[in-house]
């Protein structure tokens, strides 16, 4: 849900915005520091000011704009699709692409409080190595769901025995809830 680049291109402004502040101190700042002492020297150095406070932000401006009115509704249906299977007091163990969707829905617009979010960046600071070791946590005291990345669903079945709740074909993402241990 959040693979769209706009807001990751934002970062690229900060270059061309400190090159504009080094260019505009060297044409007009210093132009205008040639100028004898009077109200016309001062009264440069604050259009000169304001221009450099008001237009960074109005250049800036038009690109958030741009980034803010994506039509990608993808994390509104991750949140749509997967809020309402959940059971009551559950923890979702996430990678990181829909985990800032699934918090926006928790702790924004207030869906779902009794659910807690568990990103995959957030794991090691618990001592967990991975997924599993969150679902290993809780499993057994609440209900355990994941949203895996491509490549972890199979690595947590050779612990879990999970059930697909919402099909990725049919739904944003594919949710599993673990429903118990792998027995050997």
Request: with cysteine; hydrophobic share 45%; charged share 15%.
């Amino acid at each position: 849900p959040i693979q769209a680049t706009p807001p990751y291109v934002l970062i690229s402004n900060w270059f061309p915005l400190c090159a504009a502040a080094v260019g505009a101190q060297v044409l007009i700042v210093n132009s205008i520091l040639k100028i004898d002492y009077g109200s016309y020297r001062q009264s440069l150095f604050l259009i000169a000011y304001a221009a450099f406070i008001v237009l960074p932000f109005q250049l800036a401006k038009a690109n958030w704009t741009a980034a803010d009115m994506s039509s990608n509704h993808e994390g509104e249906a991750a949140v749509q699709d997967i809020f309402p299977l959940l059971k009551p007091n559950a923890v979702v163990v996430s990678w990181w692409g829909p985990s800032p969707a699934f918090c926006y829905g928790r702790y924004v617009e207030g869906l779902r409080p009794d659910v807690d979010i568990i990103d995959d960046s957030q794991l090691s600071n618990h001592g967990w190595s991975d997924g599993s070791d969150a679902m290993a946590y809780y499993f057994g005291k609440r209900p355990v769901y994941t949203v895996p990345f491509w490549d972890e669903l199979e690595r947590y079945q050779k612990k879990f025995r999970v059930k697909m709740v919402a099909d990725p074909d049919r739904s944003a993402q594919a949710l599993y809830e673990i429903v118990g241990p792998v027995t050997h």
